[in-house]
């Protein structure tokens, strides 16, 4: 009885783990502070234009003062080898958003499009409050996971019901 019981067991493992099929994962990606350490970026603009952040100046100019994180970079590499959906999410308009777009094929060694992998979700403005709409993105693109470094990226996650994963971003950063 207990021998059949043990070669029942041992088969029933072996065609679990013959048969069974990985699910590929949807992931999502922050920009600003998760994938690129865009603060030179924004410092540069805001000394020399000021206030309100031209996201368009911004897209087209990260080549010149955002770099990669790496251990980011790395995670992005590790789901795709194993064959995951990676997607990138950032808040900023998309107003020369296929700057960004070659920026981050030439940083991460693969073709990033624009409205294919990388989305461009602005805040909206309600009353004099400005709210995330990364959620609506991540919802309709079924993320599993979402990583970023803000308050409004764990948010936008929580509300379209995806797991959260804080980075943790350069002390140097603002919000």
Do not use: C
């Amino acid at each position: 009885m207990f021998h059949s019981l043990k070669k029942y067991i041992q088969l029933l493992l072996f065609y679990s783990f013959v048969f069974s099929q990985p699910g590929i994962l949807n992931v999502g990606f922050d920009i600003d502070d998760t994938v690129l350490y865009s603060e030179e970026a924004f410092q540069t603009y805001i000394k020399k234009n000021g206030y309100p952040i031209n996201y368009g100046w911004i897209n087209q100019n990260d080549k010149n003062f955002s770099y990669p994180i790496t251990p980011t970079i790395d995670l992005i590499h590790f789901f795709r080898s194993k064959g995951h959906n990676v997607f990138f999410i950032t808040a900023r308009s998309d107003i020369n958003g296929q700057y960004l777009a070659k920026h981050l094929t030439n940083e991460l060694d693969y073709k990033v499009k624009k409205d294919i992998d990388l989305f461009f979700m602005p805040k909206e403005k309600i009353g004099d409050k400005r709210f995330t709409t990364k959620h609506k993105k991540i919802k309709e693109l079924n993320l599993d996971i979402f990583y970023g470094d803000s308050d409004s990226d764990i948010i936008a996650a929580l509300k379209a019901g995806v797991h959260p994963v804080r980075v943790v971003r350069n002390i140097e950063s603002i919000d």
